[in-house]
């Protein structure tokens, strides 16, 4: 498989480090080598996605750790539903690769599979690119996903948006969607630093138009940060926005900061008939 123009829709080909379609558009392959499937008419800001401050924090958190049982959990996921004769699996809004090297690592033990990792953020791609070299990384926006109709034989989607209707057009018949959201009392102690009414977050229940839901399941646990670990994990959150100067000196500066995950795991199937 290959990618897709994001501009005819044709099958690029790689030559001499430079994609290109049989109408001529190009894009250049980085030395880190990931490609920019992300033209400039198709931006929202000048530099889209996550700033180079919060990939920083994510990375330092990530590689802490922390959210290890969640990989570990979505990797054994993934082993269990992917076939093994299936060619393709992309991470949308996968960010610097801490989930979607693991993932490669995992199912390419038994598999001729091939990773793709998406983000519309070109400095996570750089970095994940130049740390993870068994994944194939673009820049490209996960509303324009850069792949041929029934070309996908599993995404999964950590957080990020995507619109059901793309991801019916580019997974096969059959192929499967795994999403993760937060559950109702995710980071709920970081939220009560920030919010004087402390919600719980909501359960949309999301249901992918075009797919049948085979399974629901929660995964939580504590965590026992530092205060610069709970900075880390404050900036690579939405939550971020709405912190004072005030709430983020005051994070960096406990000695323990005790913090509940709560995800929610759901497996979606595009039916095969």
């Given amino acids: 498989m290959t990618y897709q123009c994001p501009l005819c829709f044709q099958p690029l080909t790689l030559s001499e480090q430079q994609w290109r379609c049989p109408a001529n558009h190009q894009f250049d392959n980085a030395k880190e080598g990931y490609v920019n499937l992300m033209p400039v008419q198709h931006k929202r800001s000048k530099q889209p996605g996550d700033s ?37 699996l992309l991470d949308i809004g996968c960010g610097e690769g801490y989930y979607t090297a693991a993932f490669a690592d995992r199912l390419m033990q038994h598999r001729a599979l091939k990773v793709y990792g998406l983000d519309v953020a070109k400095v996570a791609i750089r970095y994940a690119a130049k740390r993870y070299h068994d994944v194939s990384f ?47 009392r995710h980071l709920y102690q970081m939220k009560g630093l920030i919010y004087q009414d402390v919600q719980l977050h909501a359960d949309l229940d999301e249901k992918l138009d075009g797919f049948e839901r085979i399974s629901t399941e929660a995964l939580a646990y504590n965590m026992s940060l530092s205060g610069a670990q709970a900075f880390d994990l404050l900036q690579m959150t939405p939550f971020a926005w709405r912190a004072t100067e005030d709430v983020m000196t005051a994070l960096k500066a406990q000695t323990a900061f005790e913090c509940e995950t709560d995800f929610l795991i759901r497996i979606h199937q595009r039916p095969s008939a």
Avoid: W
């Fill in 52 to 88: 180079p401050e919060m990939m920083i924090s994510r990375r330092a958190f990530l590689d802490a750790g922390h959210y290890q049982p969640l990989r570990d959990r979505l990797s054994d996921i993934l082993d269990d539903v992917i076939p093994e004769d299936a060619q393709t």
């Fill in 138 to 184: 673009c820049v490209a926006s996960s509303h324009r996903l850069p792949f041929a109709d029934s070309s996908l034989d599993a995404v999964i989607r950590i957080y990020a948006p995507c619109k059901a209707q793309e991801l019916y057009r580019a997974i096969k018949p059959g192929g499967l969607v795994v999403t993760v959201a937060p559950g109702p």
